[in-house]
């Protein structure tokens, strides 16, 4: 196993923070593994203030019982959640896929409920935003194909219903979500992962994040409102040479569309995100979220006539004989290619 | 008369044509130019995989009959349209502008009748879509200036209605069209030829191609719903700056602003489009006119509503005396440039 | 005092007008200043045509009373108006911000209400089209900060009341004007400075121009329909960058994200910009107007709905305790600064 050499500090403290974790009975190496994604990308940025950095030396030599304290709250996060990770800082939220469930942070409805929940905890609290973003290199890649596809097999009409609907709800909640959201694009947004990026607020994206939505390619139709924000944001024929021919635009290519706010290098990227939420963050609450409705409410009953219509578009084509096929095929071509 | 290279082949295949076209005794020099035109691009593309190159040298091998049929096939399109190419292949129409009635692929409403025609064609039979793209060097120079005046020096009022009523239909075809058209624009793209292309869903411009909408100087206000789809691609800015000041824009500023998807360079434009048109038709036509319908039905009734009005508005402009004298004055001024 | 090189012929020659300005009893020094600025960029401008420039060569040697009809002229306009100069000239009205009563060209009422009576005067003669910039190398820093604090702090609900009408109305002129806006941008645009410009149609920068709209960062939201046009122009990423983290785009940037129609070099900005307005009023005034009635009647009602609820929100934040003791920190900041 290897950690970059920056956060070697860290990588020892969480040896430690496994075994306690261990100890509360709960914890996975895994689960480490996903909080210390985490703890990475927060040392990785209080290392940008030299005063905070001195902070997070000083605690190498704190006694035990700190170091312990802090490990519960990763706990904490880690017992409520399995396929995120959750961490309630100052000001913010900041909710991270590592999905367990899935491969390669891929949605499936439980994943989708833990996001969910994660927002409504921060719509509720004293966060003034949330933070989304993934632990590990890949983003979020869409549908979990492996889970939809054994349901459909079992029940196709009652499952593609019920398949729609966990879509519904879960893009339903970044629809009606009154905080900002901005998102930290650590690495490729495929599919959902992609379309739901226009539902949040401001996207900062890593330089060797990618973006693709090939829904045609695997016999689906557009989700996440992205047959109605791709176009808006992008014009129809940007728009639908994604939505249509599945092109696959680079960080600096989905920034020059709009879909992307700001592109970063790699190695300042948590750095460059973390600056700017700390200053969103001394932004009185009020105005944050006033101005979001300013800017969202006059496209929100669009928003939610797009989502119900993609969903029933959907269950429709994964009800059907001839979507389950084309889905199947795609999964056979993925499988043959490795 | 210059062939380029690669289309030797052909070249020696399309004087058989001609000849067995005469024969059927409606085709001119002219029309066989224009479906050698077609042919053309398709062997260059054809050319794309070896086994299909194959296939073309062998036919050059075939016995007569097997040509004869073949021609027979371009005939009857050259037959059926004067102004277009209509070819139909596997999964998907190809319209070519490649006009008679009028130069440099300007539309009339004899021509714009053709391409209804064809697209009411390719609504109804087993394309899952339609490639839309010209012969020649030019795509579509926007209205046919010399057949509008020549009629409204008739009978102002009455021919105004007319030809705002022609426009009206030809544009209203292109925004009901429920198949995806793919437009390959080959060259320069003026008034109603760049205008039309936001109605269409992927535009992919070949490096030499341009955009114009200089409608204040010729005294004309916009058409085919530019007036709506512009600002939403562009932002309001650009688009007026179109519209209004008719500034021009090379196909990478057009890329850039967002009313073409992609660019490619012209030695292998066609072969690029191909490629693609390929890869789209092994798409499951459910899931093509279904994403097409979710990305289209939000903004029918405003491209409805945009066609009504800038009809309204050019009728007025060219039932008055002002406004028809602009337009001779704007032809008077290109006819001295030369 | 220093003039460029180039505008030496115009300061000796204001040196006239301001004695006869004087003369007339209501000119200062200051306004012979502001009327110099715009003398200057127009005497740059002729200089475009070798024609032109040969009659300004020549009317230095013109006998005075020539001279005196065209510095009255000046001066009628000084006479009006304090903090903008209005120059009606042949097809168009240029109206340049530069205020007396605000430093920066920074809007107050006084401002905005000047340059709502010009536009209305502009309205009814017989200018094409309203060119809009404004002297010096500022372009408009947005609200007039010292001006609203003063008032707040007299009486917060009734000011904050009267703040928001002054801001709907100014904002509302623009949306309801008929004839085509060109703005010239000379240097930075912030906030209203800023939001104001995709309620014009064609928008040139200077390339020292550059554009933010910090609303959070003091305590604001947004204003000039910019919650609207913005995620329009330049997708919600891009636009809540803007609005939500106070991102600052230089020209090329704006222009990339389609703020800005295009962007020109400082040495040749005005001229580059003349020449275009020049060819501007050549045009039809009918089909200009019809032209952009079709561009901005479908997102009119959209834009007063923006505006309206903008400065209610606007009047909301003004009126409490937190909002005013934002405004209030932001200006403590903005002086300890220097």
């Known amino acids: 196993m290897m950690y970059p050499k920056e956060s070697n500090e860290v990588s020892s403290f969480m040896l430690h923070q496994t075994v306690i974790s261990a100890k509360v009975g709960t914890s996975t190496f895994m689960e480490a593994l996903a909080a210390n994604g985490t703890t990475n990308i927060q040392t990785s940025v209080t290392g940008v203030t030299a005063s905070k950095r001195r902070f997070i030396d000083d605690r190498r030599d704190q006694p035990f019982d700190k170091r312990l304290r802090f490990s519960v709250r990763q706990t904490e996060s880690a017992y409520r959640y399995r396929d995120i990770v959750v961490r309630k800082q100052d000001g913010f939220t900041h909710i991270l896929l590592s999905t367990k469930s899935s491969e390669n942070n891929s949605l499936n409805p439980e994943v989708m409920k833990e996001v969910q929940s994660a927002l409504n905890t921060a719509a509720a609290d004293d966060s003034k935003l949330v933070l989304f973003s993934a632990v590990g ?183 059907s004989a001839q979507g389950m096929d084309s889905m199947l095929k795609y999964l056979q071509r993925k499988i043959d290619e490795f």
Chains 1, 2, 3 share one sequence.
Not at 137 to 159: A, H, N, P, Q, V
């Open 137 to 319: 290199s890949i983003f979020c890649c869409g549908l979990d194909f492996i889970y939809f596809i054994r349901r459909l097999t079992d029940d196709r009409k009652k499952e593609s219903t019920k398949m729609a609907e966990a879509i519904r709800n879960f893009v339903n909640t970044f629809i009606q979500f009154k905080k900002p959201i901005i998102v930290a694009v650590n690495g490729p947004a495929i599919g959902l992962g992609a379309s739901i990026l226009p539902l949040c607020d401001v996207v900062w994206a890593n330089e060797k994040a990618w973006f693709q939505t090939p829904y045609t390619t695997f016999g689906q139709s557009p989700d996440g409102c992205s047959s109605l924000t791709f176009p808006r944001i992008m014009g129809l024929a940007s728009a639908n040479e994604m939505l249509f021919s599945g092109r696959k635009l680079t960080a600096q290519e989905a920034c020059a569309k709009g879909l992307v706010s700001q592109v970063f290098w790699p190695g300042t990227f948590t750095q460059e995100v973390m600056v700017r939420i700390k200053e969103l963050v001394t932004c009185n609450s009020v105005v944050l979220e006033e101005s979001k409705a300013l800017v969202r409410n006059i496209m929100k009953v669009d928003l939610e006539q797009a989502n119900e219509k993609e969903c029933e578009v959907l269950k429709k084509i994964w009800g």
